[in-house]
């Protein structure tokens, strides 16, 4: 994953609640087994349909309750490959806002009132690390988990960073602890 | 301390701080590809295969294909092949089509007793809320998480909020979970929970069977909710015992699957109070699952909502669902219904449906489908008739699988069809592209099919 320190550029806006996965990316390209290649099927009924627009620019605004549904990250893989690098919304579904921060897009959280300043300013400067959106309107703060931005901001593996403590997940399993469910091989 | 059901669970399972160990991780063929992948690229083997449980279901068709090599498309051919070679070589147990153990994931996890109270369960599904319904802490997750599980068997996880929606008195008669639940979303909106571990409690929902809490804690997901949860109690050890999964010692483990329970002094973050014997039958109007209303009303006016997102939002809702204002929910005729989905695909599920359509037959001007949730379901429903009774009534009685619910497969809604369906998304195109989906009871899909259209199912006779 590409780390992420500036992010800058104009900005592309989905003024609509609720635009769940099954829009982000619809069904029959979750067929597919490959990881990359998902931003020509991005809002594939949408953009054919003439429902929106969007520019393939840096940064996407968006609405409330952005990603909501199925937990597809082919959705985070589309949004990547047509080339954003952050969304900024209301707020965002649980697993969707997750599975971004495994792929270097980023997520932002701002009131709905800043993401309309942020849209109708039509270019903005992210700075990660100073947690702030700026645009002609105004400088917003943001706030993210620390431990989430520094994976973000040095593009670790999540993996990797995990099994370095691999010691700890070592003593948890030889406590029992981890035996608690039923064995799936002898079923 | 007095402690909720959610912070025994999550206590108990802390490896390090925000890393979490996973009991069971279930696979399925859409979401694990990449993530196989992913391990084969950096040499990495799966940590507990004796924790993880496969079965192909989003892609496969209904018709009784009977090996994966024989589905007719070949994308969906492909994927639950390459689901199949993945198993295989990293020594996970796998119930692929040929095998009687087949089904919808969620269904197969409770039915083989491998979903238990006190269990941490996730899987690359966003259904997997489902298994809380045992007082287990389940959810789903993403592809690179699912990579990331097999590789550790933990997760990194903040700790969510907790969140007890208590439900006084009981459901009228005909009113079901599946109402309660929807009618929860349209109270809460469909972020309503973002951000909490939900534990569903109060006399309503002591009174549910296994299958009806499974009903609740599945649709979790579409209220925003991180998990949904339901203390367990006699109801749910009862569906446990005797099962594949269960373990050796069963009272032992029953004793302190009951001990999980939200201790009586607990607190939670947040509380909410709804009155069971004020919900009505429910039927989802719009395009998510929050824009729904009681069967007795009628397509609500955008302009009446609230700011003018929401006007926007129902008014896009309306027009693609070719709905207009003012139109009592009873007068929207249907062309299709569909029975199934981890939502409601039980054997109990098929049980309410088929005592409604006993004896009658479905509006000749419809398509009926019924889908039980795994082959395991399928024979119980056939030992007990309930196929007679649907095929005699004219619906197409099929294979286990997801189905119509999300249109992976063959079985899809065509453009503009209209369908009262017993699933858990009415997203635009989530059933087909440019179908138009109505979430509603199994009851109230088996009355509709009768009809025609949508009744009211408790003064339906």
């Known amino acids: 994953m590409e780390a992420i320190d500036r992010i800058e550029g104009e ?3 989905l003024d609509r609640a609720d635009v769940d996965t099954d829009q982000i990316m619809p069904k029959q390209f979750l067929k597919r087994v490959e990881r990359t290649g998902y931003g020509e099927f991005l809002f594939y009924d949408w953009f054919k349909d003439g429902e929106i627009e969007l520019e393939a620019h840096p940064i996407l605004v968006a609405g409330r309750n952005f990603g909501s549904g199925s937990s597809r990250e082919h959705a985070v893989w589309g949004l ?27 997520p932002i959280i701002l009131d709905e009132e800043k993401c309309k300043l942020v849209a109708s300013s039509g270019r903005a400067v992210i700075e990660l690390d100073d947690e702030t959106v700026t645009c002609e309107e105004g400088v917003f703060t943001f706030e993210i988990d620390e431990e989430i931005k520094h994976r973000l901001s040095n593009g670790l593996d999540d993996v990797a960073h995990t099994l370095q403590r691999v010691e700890r997940i070592d003593s948890f399993e030889a406590t029992g602890a981890a035996n608690r469910g039923p064995d799936t091989l002898a079923l | 301390m007095p402690k909720t059901l959610f912070e025994k669970i999550w206590e108990s399972h802390e490896v390090d701080a925000d890393l979490i160990y996973i009991d069971l991780h279930l696979v399925h063929e859409v979401t694990s590809p990449q993530a196989f992948d992913g391990l084969r690229l950096a040499g990495r083997g799966v940590r507990r295969p004796d924790r993880t449980l496969a079965t192909a279901d989003h892609n496969v068709p209904t018709d009784g294909t009977p090996t994966a090599a024989m ?45 238990q109270p006190g269990m941490t369960i996730v899987c690359g599904d966003s259904h997997t809320s489902t298994h809380g319904a045992f007082g287990a802490l389940a959810f789903g997750i993403g592809t690179s998480e699912v990579e990331h599980v097999l590789a550790t068997q933990t997760l990194v996880q903040r700790r969510p909020q907790t969140l007890r929606i208590d439900y006084s008195g009981t459901l009228s ?30 006399e309503a929902i002591r009174g549910l ?35 594949p999964g269960a373990p ?19 607190s939670f973050d947040r509380e909410e109070v709804i009155e069971a014997p004020d919900i009505a039958p429910m039927v989802t109007w719009g395009t998510t699952p929050g824009m729904v209303a009681e069967v007795t009303s009628a397509v609500p006016d955008p ?25 009592p929910l009873t007068e929207v005729s249907l062309d299709r219904v569909f029975i199934g989905s981890c939502t409601n695909s039980r054997i109990s599920d098929l049980r309410e449906a088929a005592a409604v359509v006993e004896g009658r037959k479905i509006a000749p001007t419809l398509k009926g489908m019924v889908v039980p949730g795994s082959q395991q379901v399928k024979v119980e429903a056939e030992e007990e008739g309930l196929d007679e009774i649907f095929r005699s009534a004219g619906f197409e009685w099929r294979e286990s699988g997801c189905s119509a619910c999300l249109g992976m497969n063959p079985d899809i809604l065509q453009p503009g069809e209209r369908c009262a369906s017993t699933s858990n998304r009415n997203f635009e195109g989530r059933q087909g592209r440019l179908g138009r989906t109505h979430l509603v009871s199994p009851s109230m899909a088996a009355a509709a099919a009768v009809e025609g259209t949508f009744v009211d199912i408790r003064d339906w006779s």
């Not at chain 2, 032992?252 to 201790?263: C, F, H, I, P, V």
């Open chain 1, 11 to 13: 900005v592309a806006v």
């Open chain 1, 80 to 106: 990547y490959d047509y080339g954003f690098r952050a969304i900024i919304a209301p707020s965002f579904s649980d697993i969707f806002y997750s599975n971004c921060t495994k792929n270097g897009l980023l």
């Open chain 2, 71 to 115: 589905i007719a498309d070949h994308l969906s051919r492909e994927q639950v092949e390459a689901l199949e070679r993945n198993c295989e070589e990293f020594g996970i147990p796998l119930y692929s089509l040929g095998s009687d153990r087949r089904g919808i994931v969620h269904v197969i996890g409770p039915e083989l007793g491998v979903t």
């Open chain 2, 173 to 202: 008669s005909g009113v079901t979970a599946k109402d309660l639940i929807l009618a929860t979303i349209g109270r809460l909106g469909t972020s309503g929970m973002q951000g909490y571990a939900v534990e569903f409690a109060g």
């Open chain 2, 209 to 243: 069977s296994m299958e009806n809490r499974m009903t609740i804690c599945n649709m979790t997901i579409e209220g925003g909710g991180k998990a949904g949860m339901i203390s367990p109690d006699e109801i749910t050890v009862e569906f446990v015992r005797g099962r």
């Open chain 2, 248 to 266: 050796e010692d069963f009272d032992a483990a029953a004793t302190e699957w009951l001990g999980m329970a939200t201790d009586e002094a607990a």
């Open chain 2, 303 to 327: 302009a009446l909502f609230d700011s003018p997102a929401d006007q926007e939002a129902a008014a896009r809702a309306l027009a693609y669902m070719d709905l207009k204002a003012g139109t």
